[in-house]
Structures are given as C-alpha cells and as structure tokens.
C-alpha cells in the first residue's frame, strides 16, 4: 500500500456533508480517501477544507513517540516544501 511520504494532497471535496480528500500517490494515480482510511503506515484523522491530517505509526524502536501526526496542505507555500 501507499504510505505517508509517498502521497500528496491534490483536492478536497465535500461529500454528503464530509469532506473527502483526493491524494496522489507516487503510482501516477489519484486516490479517493475518507477520515478513518487507512495507508500502510498510518490513518487519516481528521480532513478540513485546506489540509488533512494523517496519524502515522512510527516504526523506531528507539523513538519514545509511537504516533505522530503529519499535515499534508492543499496549497503548498515555499515555507511548507
């Protein structure tokens, strides 16, 4: 499956009330996810109407933080690359 690093955040749409975003994995194909979707390192937590928040599990045994939250922005400024 496609992890944290490998997507970037394309668009987010409003569906039935909820926003749903559209990620671009490193495949060249376009994603549909929701909050509670699953990538093979972590889980989408929360999608508002610029950003969304992905819960990733660390996998360093020597780390003492288990989770952490990355944000992926829709509008990416020169400061956030």
């Known amino acids: ?3 944290t690093s490998d997507v970037s955040l394309r ?3 409003t569906s039935e009330g909820a926003f ?3 990620l671009h994995g490193i495949d ?3 994603y549909i996810v929701r909050v509670g979707d699953k990538l093979s390192d972590g889980t989408i937590r929360t999608i508002t109407k610029d950003a969304l928040v ?3 599990q660390v996998k360093d045994p020597l ?3 288990k989770a952490r939250e990355v944000r992926k ?3 990416q400024t020169e400061e956030a690359k």
Do not use: A, W
Request: no cysteine; net charge positive.
């Open 1 to 3: 499956g496609l992890g």
């Open 11 to 13: 668009g987010i749409l």
């Open 20 to 22: 749903v975003g559209i």
């Open 28 to 30: 060249s194909k376009n």
């Open 54 to 56: 992905i819960l990733q």
């Open 63 to 65: 780390s003492l933080e």
């Open 73 to 75: 922005l829709l509008r």
